[in-house]
Structures are given as C-alpha cells and as structure tokens.
C-alpha cells in the first residue's frame, strides 16, 4: 500500500488483493497486542462464560485458561490451537468443530467488540497506541468495530466476491475472504453463509469462522435469522427502512394502549393490574392484534394468545412482592413495567416521606440501579423539579442537590447505557420469507421483544456485548 505526504499527489487506491492482504496482517498485530496479560483476566472470564452452555461436554475452566502467562508478560496457547489460521474458514459442523468455531468467534468477538472496564474495546486501544498508521488503516480498523452477524443468502458468485442478502436486515453485502474463492466452495446460490462479517473498503470480509447451510436448510437459516433479530434488535435496524417502520409500528402499538387504558401510563395494585393487562391483551385477540386478514392476523393472534398464557403462568414474577405496579408505554422505550410505582409517587408528591428507609431505599434503587429505565424518575421529577430536589436532597444527603442542574448528571452516571446507545424500536417489523418449506406464509409478522420488567435490589446482570 503505497502513502504518500504531498498534498499534491493522491494516494493510490489499493486493490481488493492488497487491501484483504493488509487486513491479514493488521488482524495477525491486533492479536498479538490483545496477548498481554493486561487483557488476560477479562478474556479468561468471558471466555469462561461463552462456553457456559457446553459446560456438559467440556470443561470452561479448561478452554479459559487458553492464554497463560509468559516470562515476558504476555500470553500465549497452552496447546497448539489454530485460531490465527481459522479466521475467514469454513466449518462444518461436527462437535468438536462446533467448538472450535465458538471459540474463534469469541475471540473474534473480543478483539473487536468486548467493552473494557474503560468502556474501550482492544482494538480501540491497539489504534490508539499505534499512531505510525496510516489515517486510511486507522479508520478501517474502527470500522471492524461495525461487526455484522447475520445468515447470508447467496445470490451469485462475482469474481472473487459473494454477493449474498443478509436474512436479518434485508440489506445487500458483497463478501469476500482473505484466502480467495476457494472457502467458497460450498456457497452455492441460494446456500447460506452464516457468520461475521466487517467492511474493507466497499465491501465486507468474513472475520471468525462461518458455516455454510445448504439451499435445502432454508428453514433452519430463517431460524437463525429470528433468533439474531430478537435477541440484537439493533442489527435489524441497521437497514433505515426497517428502522423507521419499526417506529411506526411502535407509535401504533402505544396509541392502542393508549386507547384502552386512557393514559399512556397505568398504575393498579398488582392484581388489579395483572387482570387489566390480561384484559387488554385478550381485547387484541378478540380484535385480531392488528387489521390484516390470512397469516399476518392469525400470527399476531398467537402472539397474544401466547401472551395471556404468559401472564397466567407468572409474566410478572419479578413484581410479584410489590403492592402496585405500573406500565409505561413510552413513545421511545416502548412498554415497561415498574414494582411500587405507587410508593414512588406519593414519596415525590410529599418529600417529607422520603426519610422513611422503605422509601429512602425504593428511591436509590430507582436513581442508582442501571437495570431500571430512567423514564419513571425522569418523568415524576420533571412534574415538579423543585419537590424532586428537596426529594433528592434527602434520599443522596445532598443539601444543595437542584434536580434542573444535578438530574441528567444523576442519571446518565448510573444509566449511562440508556443514554450512550441509541433508542430502538422494541417492535420488529415483519421480515419477508421466500421458498420455505414452511407453509404457514411469506411475511413473518411483527414481534414484540418482550416488556421490560425491572425489580429495585435484585440487578440482573448487565453483558458488556456490543
């Protein structure tokens, strides 16, 4: 790759060959820099966790300990395990393979997207304290932070180059290897590629190990698919079409909560207000969720059977001890669910309340736990910021505490995720589905990520994945 300093001269573009070849080499120092030993705890507890789910055919501790300590500080294999050579390869699917291409992808996953105590990942750090590259280099590398995961229709083949359709956000991608054409092989059209991806250039290389699924495996890609989008919304709305009708479909579900309950905000003991969202749930079922006639309306139906059922087998455990609760249906954060809004309330209407220790302690959580939304705090507060100040000031010890100076200060350092991302829809919008063996319809229909219940004092614990 040819650079050059004259403001005169332009900088040659490299070819696709020398770009993928510069990345090999770049990723090849990105690995070893994420050897020292500096990094070597969090990738031993977070390798650790990964393998959790296989805790019954190997052993985490084992396949944690896959960095060890070195005489110069750094870490290195405890065995010969070809991890730098099975980026961009093609597995197939055996046990011990399955395994080996969690691994690499979670090596893969850690390079590039793992948060440090810092909130940095490696690879920022890497750039950071390597200053001799190029600004070309530089910002490719930030972009490999800009990770897709997705199960990737082939279209055709070009050149060297697959150009495929990501079953997730429906949007083009041109997919290339490190190794050439030949990892391609078995990618015939119509086949799936199910991996990870990062941009170079105009296009994406395959970063980690991918599998291919046959054309025949179309079901079980469709699967797949529907498990990334409900599990990493936010890799659906990476396409802007599908952004913006999520919205859309979100602002309707809110004007139809809004129309049953009066209020975008209900509040009940907690009986009267599980048969209240029983009530309004089987109201949609009655209406069919949603106008529509065929599959969308008969999917949506199950959705709210599958609801109710939900709801009668215990949808709210997490409030089960609180005397009310409440549901927010909020134009940006969707539909939530709140233990003890009612407790919280009347300690904003009267301040003085706030020194009883039931109280004192149902606000902290409210204010200090990342787990709850910022929304039920934010809204009390802004309804009479002078009362939420002499609330504050009593609950934090802070005489001079002023909710319109100090509030957002309060909030984002202890949700600082709510504000540092994005919002999202929390409805997804219907994906299209073609030449299932599935006769149930083309369109999937809307899904709803379930409500968000949160619980003061029993914090789930929040992952640090991008």
């Not at 650079?3 to 573009?13: D, Y």
């Not at 197939?92 to 996953?109: K, Y």
């Not at 039920?376 to 802004?382: G, K, M, S, T, V």
Request: aromatic share 10%; glycine share 6%; net charge negative.
């Amino acid at each position: 790759m040819v650079e050059t300093n004259s403001p005169n001269e332009a900088t040659p573009r490299p070819t696709v060959t020398q770009l993928l070849e510069r990345c090999v080499e770049l990723k090849e120092d990105l690995s070893e820099f994420s050897r020292q030993s500096r990094f070597g705890a969090a990738f031993r507890r977070e390798l650790a966790r990964r393998l959790e789910p296989w805790s019954d055919i190997v052993d985490p501790v084992r396949y944690s300990d896959f960095w060890r300590s070195g005489e110069d500080g750094t870490w290195s294999a405890p065995w010969d395990f070809p991890w730098d050579d099975s980026r961009g390869e093609i597995w197939e699917g055996a046990e011990h393979d399955l395994i080996a291409g969690e691994i690499a992808n979670f090596i893969d996953w850690f390079l590039l997207q793992y948060r440090l105590r810092d909130g940095t990942t490696i690879v920022e750090q890497f750039v950071a304290e390597h200053p001799e590259l190029p600004e070309s280099e530089r910002a490719m590398l930030l972009g490999w932070r800009d990770v897709v995961d997705g199960v990737f229709e082939v279209r055709r083949r070009s050149d060297d180059a697959l150009v495929t359709t990501n079953l997730v956000d429906e949007l083009p991608y041109r997919v290339r290897s490190h190794r050439g054409s030949t990892v391609f092989s078995r990618a015939l059209p119509r086949a799936f590629l199910v991996g990870r991806v990062v941009p170079v250039g105009d296009e994406w290389m395959l970063s980690g190990v991918s599998r291919i699924l046959e054309p025949g495996e179309r079901d079980e890609a469709e699967a797949l698919a529907d498990g990334i989008a409900l599990d990493y919304p936010q890799r659906v709305f990476r396409n802007p079409a599908k952004l913006e009708q999520g919205w859309e479909l979100q602002r309707d579900e809110r004007r139809r909560f809004i129309a049953f309950f009066g209020s975008d905000l209900v509040v009940a003991p907690k009986d009267e207000f599980t048969e209240r969202m029983r009530e309004f749930l089987r109201t949609r079922l009655a209406d069919g969720g949603q106008e529509g006639t065929g599959p969308t309306r008969e999917r949506d139906a199950r959705f709210d059977e599958a609801a109710v059922s939900l709801i009668d087998s215990g949808l709210f455990e997490t409030v089960q001890h609180a005397e009310t609760v409440a549901a927010i249906c909020d134009e940006e954060r969707g539909l939530e669910f709140f233990p003890d809004y009612g407790l919280l309330a009347e300690t904003f209407a009267n301040p003085d309340l706030a020194d009883e220790p039931r109280r004192r302690k149902l606000v902290l959580d409210y204010a200090t736990d990342p787990d709850i939304s910022y929304v039920p705090l934010h809204r009390l507060a802004e309804q009479d910021p002078e009362r939420a100040s002499r609330v504050f000031q009593r609950v934090l010890g802070l005489p001079t505490f002023s909710w319109e100076r100090d509030g957002e200060t309060l909030l984002r350092a202890n949700k600082a995720i709510d504000f540092e991302q994005p919002a999202l829809p929390v409805v997804m919008p219907p994906r299209r589905r073609q030449g299932s063996a599935n006769p149930a319809g083309t369109t999937r229909p809307e899904r709803r990520r379930p409500a968000r219940q949160t619980k003061p004092s029993a914090r789930k614990r929040r992952g640090r994945q991008n």
